[in-house]
């Protein structure tokens, strides 16, 4: 166990202490938190030592990603993880005394976390491609009095060999595909965690082995800093509008770009569903039941200026569900808040020639929807497996180390 305060003093005052207090309650209301072990993970690691520059008040916000670096070019590479983010990876994993573990992506928090949850006879290693990171993570951890963690500098393509094996090995980036070496090193038994890009969104995926491949024990939503080194996958990116709206895809499209661009001008097509959500409701099943039914299918990233220039009609965060034709694309929409209503249609937006059919194309797809009752099954294969073995109907993702394959198994189907 650390030597880091839970009682205010020198480096871990009563502001701070309240704060922290705060978080893990405010963790706990957001279901984001929600055994004990996780809790007293929480409680007792000093987060703003690990966000030097943030203030208090930033460093403990259970939603708030504190930013560490970014590359000559502007774009984000280095994060400490928002807590929300951190607690569901680590309930989605159950971390136990006495694991080994090995954290791909360094901050030093998460790291710190982990190394409350293995306890004394446990392990933790954790590895990033970045020296600047990976030496603020070691001053930080000593500062807070995790010396046991080791910090390693790698691209973690490679994993920590002379470390394994590990019972745990959790990814904090964000990867488009699982090196070798993520399961070479696991011990038997062992468990996978990692944030894949299945077709632009990117969810938390558990993998246990199982008869030569990995199965997925539960995913969740999120986001995270793009892999960098020899796993890095540049996307194909059409653009709309300048920086301010573009369509991302993860493999290339079968579109002209420029058509695609010049669609903008056309009229907006709109197609409703008559599929709704309720106000409270998630669609987060929508999403990948989107993705794994349509072909060029991509993202669209649009900022507030692209929406209030009338280039596109919402701007999502995450991504708006996206699909282009030869010179036309069609993306998800929800009709507008209307007084009184309790819930909302979806529909869909579409530009250019090819509009109306695109549009129709998504909402018969989103009509298929069963409201989110059905859970997909995630399954990494060798990239050398036969189409044989892969399961009967599933969307098949072909990565150079692996063939992912989503399907939507329903209460009938084997477990396995
Ligand atoms: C979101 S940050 C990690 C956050 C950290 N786990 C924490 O405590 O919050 C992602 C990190 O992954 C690292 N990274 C990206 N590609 C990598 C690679 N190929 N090998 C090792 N680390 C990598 C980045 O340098 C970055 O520091």
């Known amino acids: 166990m650390s030597n880091a305060r839970v009682e205010p003093g020198p480096a871990d005052d009563d502001r701070a202490g309240a704060r922290r207090a705060a978080m893990v309650q405010r963790l706990r209301e957001l279901g984001a938190v929600r055994g004990e072990d996780v809790a007293r993970a929480f409680s007792t690691v000093p987060r703003h030592l690990f966000a030097p520059g943030a203030s208090l008040e930033a460093a403990y916000a259970p939603e708030n990603t504190v930013l560490v670096r970014r590359d000559d070019t502007g774009a984000l590479v280095s994060t400490v993880s928002a807590p929300h983010i951190q607690a569901m990876m680590l309930e989605q994993v159950q971390v136990r005394p006495g694991m080994r573990v090995l954290e791909v992506g ?17 392990a933790v290693t954790t590895v990033d491609i970045d020296p600047e990171v990976v030496d603020r993570a070691r001053s930080c951890l000593a500062a807070a009095g995790y010396d046991q963690v080791t910090v390693v500098l790698a691209d973690a393509d490679a994993g920590v060999p002379d470390r394994a094996p590990f019972d745990l090995v959790l990814v904090t980036t964000g990867m488009w595909d699982i090196p070798p070496a993520f399961t070479d090193q696991l011990a038997p038994g062992g468990r996978l965690v990692i944030p894949l890009r299945l077709r632009g969104l990117t969810r938390s995926v558990v993998f246990e082995s199982a008869g030569g491949r990995l199965v997925s024990r539960g995913y969740e939503l999120c986001s995270f800093v793009p892999v960098r080194g020899v796993g890095a996958h540049p996307d194909e990116v059409i653009r709309l509008d300048g920086d301010d709206a573009a369509i991302r895809f993860e493999d290339p499209p079968d579109a002209d770009p420029v058509l695609v661009r010049q669609a903008v001008s056309w009229p907006r097509v709109e197609v409703w569903s008559s599929a709704s959500v309720g106000e409270d409701g998630s669609f987060e099943g929508l999403l990948l039941w989107l993705a794994t039914g349509l072909d060029n299918f991509g993202l669209l990233m649009a900022r507030p200026a692209a929406v209030a220039r009338g280039v596109v009609g919402h701007a999502w965060p995450l991504g708006i569900p996206t699909i282009v034709g030869k010179g036309s694309f069609a993306y998800l929409a929800l009709s507008p808040k209307a007084p009184g209503q ?39 294969f060798p990239a050398d497996a036969p189409d044989l073995v892969l399961p009967a109907g599933a969307v098949v993702l072909d990565r150079r180390h692996r063939r992912l394959a989503v399907s939507w198994p329903t209460a009938t189907d084997l477990p396995n």
Do not use: C, K, Q
């Open 106 to 122: 360094s901050g030093g928090y998460n790291a710190a976390l982990l190394a409350e949850l293995v306890g004394p006879s446990g």
């Open 342 to 380: 309790t819930s909302r249609e979806f529909g869909v937006y579409a530009h250019g020639p090819d509009a109306e059919a695109l549009a129709e194309r998504m909402a018969a797809r989103i009509r298929t929807w069963d409201g989110g009752s059905l859970t997909a099954r995630i399954e990494a």
